[in-house]
């Protein structure tokens, strides 16, 4: 992790640049994860040494986290900014059917955050590298008055088998993993509470600590059983629609069979599990002579079929009377 080339005399000591990389280097992940077999050369140097494996294709990615737009200083723990900020990045590695090997980390934030708040921070981090196995090979810090987060993830998948969202085609069968809107409910708990929530409160589990599909996007990507996948960060609604338009195809899913939140009003499940972000769940298509080899459940992650692709290239939703309606795309953008 290099130090930033500008210099400000006027920080305190204890907030220097050299004692948050010290820091980093300190409490961060390098030498904690399996991962770091991966790295020649981590933290320390101007850049980082990556020893890919043999035979392997290299998928990369990174993602934003900001304070004010994806987490709320006064009402998120620091570590589960920590956690959330390498598994949101994970979650594309995994969607594509890959495993993580590191990442670089990028962090700006205030003078007034370089003790406590960092140091929760980094734990969260650490958990999150390790039970993701991906290590910490290097980055950047400055100052800043909100706190600014940019992950970049590296990792590696077999020849020809990454998962796109691509290849849809008209009959496949629509699944998703886990339940929809449980983040989206989460969210919606911690902006109405008006104190600071504990980070093993279990109603915010999923919103605080998403846990990336890794091994289900890699069983499906090596048995070869997905035509398309991505994973669900934006929202059902969103997300479905760019699968259905870059496969040149539509859909039909069925509210009925949406595996919705149980922590939501009966009222507001079916909007949470269509329109609400941040599940970090996979959708994926699957041919219907493939589908019998699909269980209920993977390692415990229920797997259900919500519909299927169609011809027409529109994506609608059918209620339970059976009449149809389209599915407007009204997941999380940032710039609405």
């Not at 130090?3 to 920080?11: A, G």
């Not at 069983?219 to 338009?245: F, H, N, T």
Request: proline residues 4%.
């Amino acid at each position: 992790m290099k130090r930033n080339q500008q210099k400000d005399k006027s920080r305190p000591r204890h907030g220097s640049e050299q004692s948050i990389l010290q820091k980093i280097q300190r409490e961060g992940t390098i030498g904690q994860s399996k991962s770091s077999r991966f790295l020649a050369l981590g933290i320390g140097d101007d850049a980082a040494l990556f020893v890919p494996t043999r035979n392997q294709e290299i998928v990369l990615t990174c993602d934003w986290f900001l304070e004010g737009t994806h987490f709320l200083r006064d009402k998120h723990p620091a570590d589960s900014v920590g956690w959330k900020c390498l598994a949101r990045a994970v979650s594309d590695i995994a969607a594509m059917g890959g495993e993580p090997r590191c990442f670089l980390l990028s962090l700006a934030l205030p003078d007034k955050l370089t003790g406590h708040w960092l140091g929760d921070f980094l734990k969260g981090l650490r958990r999150a590298s390790r039970k993701l196995e991906c290590a910490l090979a290097g980055g950047d810090t400055t100052r800043s008055k909100r706190v600014l987060i940019q992950v970049s993830v590296i990792g590696e998948i077999g020849p020809g088998i990454a998962k796109r969202r691509t290849g849809a085609r008209p009959g496949d069968l629509l699944y998703v993993s886990g339940r929809l809107g449980e983040a989206e409910a989460g969210l919606r708990i911690l902006k109405a509470g008006s104190r600071k929530f504990k980070r093993n409160d279990r109603r915010l589990k999923k919103h605080f600590y998403p846990d990336p599909r890794i091994a289900l996007g890699r069983w499906l990507a090596e048995k070869r059983i997905a035509s398309a996948m991505m994973d669900l960060s934006d929202g059902l609604s969103s997300d479905l629609g760019r699968m259905c338009k870059v496969s040149g195809v539509g859909a039909r899913i069925r509210a009925s069979q949406l595996p919705v939140t149980s922590l939501a009003p009966a009222s507001a499940r079916l909007k949470m599990a269509t329109h609400g972000g941040d599940d970090y769940e996979l959708l994926f298509a699957v041919p219907k002579a493939r589908a019998v080899e699909l269980p209920n459940s993977f390692a415990g992650i229920p797997l259900t079929c919500i519909g299927e692709i169609t011809a027409k290239r529109t994506v609608v939703i059918a209620g339970n009377d059976g009449t149809t309606k389209s599915l407007t795309a009204n997941g999380w953008d940032p710039f609405r």
